[in-house]
């Protein structure tokens, strides 16, 4: 009798995994990220350290599309410009550059511009300016974690997601 109830059990959890599966794919909207003049941003780093800003900013928006967005519908953003929480401070010659951050005039902020489609319709497209000019102060963490890379730039994009497009299912 325990090895029907444990084969039923199975079952009932194998069932319920296609199901959240087959829920999440309902919602699995594209997203495409393109930088746009990435050498003119007012500080987003040089090199690879550019490169990692724009990898980590890319794969979090697509995280929230595949999170918010139906299946059939396709976000395009334009990153206009990017300016990462705090300021950099040349430290000794022997440390790399530290990035301090006072709560003052170096909250973040990301210029964009977007276009949502679903098939070839547009169904809205815009130019935003986002900022968090409270951003020491908390707030929602939307799932990060404090200690993860370009966490102030994630939650306050985070949070416009939520309010352009609808919350994360």
Request: proline share 3%.
């Amino acid at each position: 009798m325990n090895a029907l109830r444990s084969i039923q059990a199975g079952i009932a959890t194998a069932l319920a995994g296609l199901w959240l599966v087959g829920a999440q794919a309902a919602l699995a909207g594209q997203v495409d990220v393109n930088y746009l003049k990435a050498d003119q941003y007012t500080d987003a780093g040089r090199g690879s350290d550019l490169e990692q800003v724009e990898y980590a900013l890319t794969a979090h928006l697509r995280k929230l599309g595949a999170a918010s967005l139906p299946a059939n519908q396709t976000l395009s953003i334009e990153v206009l410009d990017i300016d990462l929480a705090g300021d950099i401070r040349p430290w000794r010659r022997v440390w790399p550059d530290v990035r301090v951050m006072r709560g003052n005039t170096d909250w973040p902020r990301i210029s964009l511009r977007y276009t949502l489609r679903e098939g070839d319709k547009v169904l809205s497209t815009a130019e935003d300016a986002v900022a968090d000019m409270a951003y020491l102060f908390g707030g929602r963490s939307w799932g990060l974690h404090q200690s993860e890379s370009l966490y102030y730039e994630k939650r306050m994009l985070s949070e416009w997601f939520a309010k352009r497009f609808g919350p994360a299912h």
